[in-house]
T-cell receptor, first 113, second 115 residues
Framework: AQTVTQSQPEMSVQEAETVTLSCTYDTSESDYYLFWYKQPPSRQMILVIRQEAYKQQNATENRFSVNFQKAAKSFSLKISDSQLGDAAMYFC??????????FGKGTLLTVNP | GAVVSQHPSWVICKSGTSVKIECRSLDFQATTMFWYRQFPKQSLMLMATSNEGSKATYEQGVEKDKFLINHASLTLSTLTVTSAHPEDSSFYICSGSTGEWEPQHFGDGTRLSIL
């Protein structure tokens, strides 16, 4: 079974600074997707960024980018120019051949003004 | 696009009653719907997967007689918590997908409180 590990239960960053959230996963599959979801206090699940495993190029969405290291099974999220609205729980998720999302335990991000 | 509407957003009921949560895909046909449970400060745990017109597939440890899932149409799935007890209190989230390798679109969740 696939597992997703987020080793940082909590992180904090100063407004306008950059922060990186870590995620590692374990799988024997070669084709899969990786996601970062944001869950603000409203508890709505918001897709931040998505990476297909077959793509070598790292995905980027505005201030959000990933560092995808397939051999190391690492998928970190970098948030640049952090904003107060970025404060939330962030979940890393794996999606493979069983078509089910496996979530990590989450990282609570605090943004300090 | 790809909006999933989940109702109610918050429900409080007495122990022993049954509660139904609806999940509707508003602008797409959800071939597959997923139901998750989330305890405070924890991650989402998949409860079951349902395909339109078929019986739901439950994850290990989830009581199928306690959590009844119906997916009778391509736009509606329901989760009924039967004979609910305080330990069933949790946050329940649904998501819908148009196909096996298509992304999941999440509802806004339902906070269930059993007194």
């Amino acid at each position: 079974a696939q597992t997703v590990t987020q080793s940082q239960p909590e992180m904090s960053v100063q407004e306008a600074e950059t922060v990186t959230l870590s995620c590692t996963y374990d799988t024997s599959e070669s084709d899969y997707y990786l996601f970062w979801y944001k869950q603000p206090p409203s508890r709505q699940m918001i897709l931040v960024i998505r990476q297909e495993a077959y793509k070598q190029q790292n995905a980027t969405e505005n201030r959000f980018s990933v560092n995808f290291q397939k051999a190391a099974k690492s998928f970190s999220l970098k948030i640049s120019d952090s904003q107060l609205g970025d404060a939330a729980m962030y979940f890393c998720a794996y999606w493979g051949s069983n078509y089910k999302l496996t979530f990590g335990k989450g990282t609570l991000l605090t943004v300090n003004p | 696009g790809a909006v999933v509407s989940q109702h109610p957003s918050w429900v409080i009921c007495k122990s022993g009653t049954s509660v139904k949560i609806e999940c509707r895909s508003l602008d797409f046909q959800a071939t597959t719907m997923f139901w998750y449970r989330q305890f405070p400060k924890q991650s989402l745990m998949l409860m079951a997967t349902s395909n339109e017109g078929s019986k739901a597939t439950y994850e290990q440890g989830v009581e199928k007689d306690k959590f009844l899932i119906n997916h009778a149409s391509l736009t509606l799935s329901t989760l009924t918590v039967t004979s609910a007890h305080p330990e069933d209190s949790s946050f329940y989230i649904c998501s819908g997908s148009t196909g096996e390798w298509e992304p999941q679109h999440f509802g806004d969740g339902t906070r269930l409180s059993i007194l």
